[in-house]
């Protein structure tokens, strides 16, 4: 794993303009995505980044009450720093942070990284037959 990656829950640092960008024009799951949905997200969201040099290389938002559910979304690593194990430096962050302990429910949803994720103890639903969700998959593109 990088040595030099600092993970921070600062908002402060987060570059909004790179995860707006990301979001909207790159991401599978977020294209079309507005700048003010983005900060109005990140407002109400646990975030966090991942930065090299004060370059921010990683992000991830955990939406929860702190007490109960717990839903991780926007799980981002920049292209240029995938395969430096960064993505488990901030899931490592996510699943050991104080306010996250002792969640009972914790969600996400993935295409194509169920490797990472159970490395941190997901697993496929356990009782799918009692989930439902109301989605809207073209709410970013449509006028």
């Not at 570059?15 to 294209?31: M, P, Q, T």
């Not at 090299?52 to 839903?71: P, S």
């Not at 920049?78 to 395969?83: E, F, L, M, Q, V």
Request: glycine fraction near 6%; proline fraction near 1%; charge should be positive.
């Amino acid at each position: 794993m990088r040595e030099n990656v600092l993970i921070s829950e600062d908002k402060e640092l987060l570059n909004l303009s790179l995860i707006h960008d990301f979001l909207s024009n790159e991401s599978a799951w977020a294209k079309g995505i507005s700048l003010q949905t983005v900060k109005t997200s990140v407002e109400n969201s646990l975030c966090i980044g991942a930065y090299i040099n004060n370059v921010q290389v990683g992000f991830c938002r955990v939406i929860t009450d702190y007490a109960t559910f717990a839903n991780l979304v926007d799980v981002i690593v920049w292209p240029k720093y995938r395969g430096q194990a960064i993505s488990k430096l901030i899931m490592k962050s996510v699943i050991e942070h104080h306010k996250l302990v002792g969640i009972r429910r914790f969600t996400l949803a993935t295409t194509d990284a169920h490797g990472l994720y159970k490395q941190f103890g997901f697993n496929a639903l356990n009782k799918p037959e009692t989930f439902m969700e109301r989605y809207d998959g073209n709410v970013y593109t449509r006028s």
